[in-house]
C-alpha cells in the first residue's frame, strides 16, 4: 500500500503565498503521476494540478499561472506552490498519485489526508 501524507495548509491574508508538500511511503515500485485536487465546501472535488514522472504538468484553468507543481521523484514527493492566492481558493486540499505498489500489481489511485488551506483577510 502507498501512503501520502500532506503538510503546508494553513490560513493566509488574500494575495498571499502557501506551499502544500506531499510525501509518499510504503510498498511503491513506482509513481507515475502526483497531484492535487481540493473541495470547498458545498462543492465537488475538484483538480487542481497534476505530474507525470517525467514531469509534464496539467493545471486547471483557475490556477491561471499563480500555483506551481513539482516533485522529487528521488523522494516521492510532491509540491504546490500557491502564488496569489483569492479568498475562492479556500478549501481542503488532498493529495493524490496513481502508483504501482509492486511491479508485479495494477497502477492504482491513492488518496491523502487533506490539508485546509483558508485565505480570507
Known amino acids: 500500500q502507498v501512503q501520502l501524507v500532506a503538510s503546508g495548509g494553513g490560513s493566509v491574508q488574500p494575495g498571499g503565498s502557501l506551499r502544500l508538500s506531499c510525501a509518499a511511503s510504503?510498498?511503491?515500485?513506482?509513481?507515475?503521476?502526483m497531484g492535487w485536487y481540493r473541495q470547498a465546501p458545498g462543492r465537488q472535488a475538484e483538480l487542481v494540478a497534476l505530474i507525470t514522472s517525467g514531469s509534464r504538468t496539467h493545471y486547471a484553468d483557475f490556477v491561471q499561472g499563480r500555483f506551481t507543481i513539482s516533485r522529487d521523484n528521488a523522494k516521492n514527493t510532491v509540491y504546490l506552490q500557491m502564488n496569489s492566492l483569492k479568498p475562492e481558493d479556500t478549501a481542503v486540499y488532498y493529495c493524490?498519485?496513481?502508483?504501482?505498489?509492486?511491479?508485479?500489481?495494477?497502477?492504482?489511485?491513492?488518496w491523502g489526508q487533506g490539508t485546509q488551506v483558508t485565505v480570507s483577510s
Open positions: 493524490y498519485c496513481n502508483a504501482r505498489p509492486t511491479f508485479y500489481t495494477a497502477r492504482r489511485d491513492y
Open positions: 510504503g510498498s511503491i515500485a513506482s509513481i507515475e503521476i
